[in-house]
């Protein structure tokens, strides 16, 4: 089991910047990619961006240039800095982590950002 703690969402103007953090715990070692994916109601959810643990990054299209994800090995943590935030932006952000062993994917609760125009 992995457990995932999310931080870091709020209500900022447009043009400004948020970070996101998700710590996991458990059996952290079964993780090799880490990351973030956003939800609207009534929408499905939708990839922002992912990490491997060797540090290989992917992101969405629509967040290229703007958002920077990163982690952190020894704390078992990925970071989400956005940047540039447009209210196209508001959305529930949930962290997500896959076991290796399993192939099942983790998810925390989700933490609501709000950009505001």
């Known amino acids: 089991q992995v457990q995932l703690v999310e931080s870091g969402g709020g209500l900022v103007q447009a043009g400004g910047s948020l970070r996101l953090s998700c710590a996991a715990s458990?059996?952290?070692?079964?993780?090799?990619?880490m990351g973030w994916y956003r939800q609207d109601p009534g929408k499905q959810r939708d990839l922002v961006a992912t990490i491997t643990r060797a540090g290989t990054a992917n992101y969405a299209d629509s967040v290229k240039g703007r958002f920077t994800i990163s982690i952190d090995n020894a704390k078992n943590t990925v970071y989400l800095a956005m940047n540039s935030l447009k209210p196209g932006d508001t959305a529930v952000y949930y962290c997500?982590?896959?076991?290796?062993?399993?192939?099942?994917?983790?998810w925390g609760q989700g933490t609501q950002v709000t950009v505001s125009s």
């Open positions: 997500n982590v896959d076991d290796i062993l399993t192939n099942h994917n983790y």
């Open positions: 458990g059996n952290t070692f079964r993780i090799n990619t």
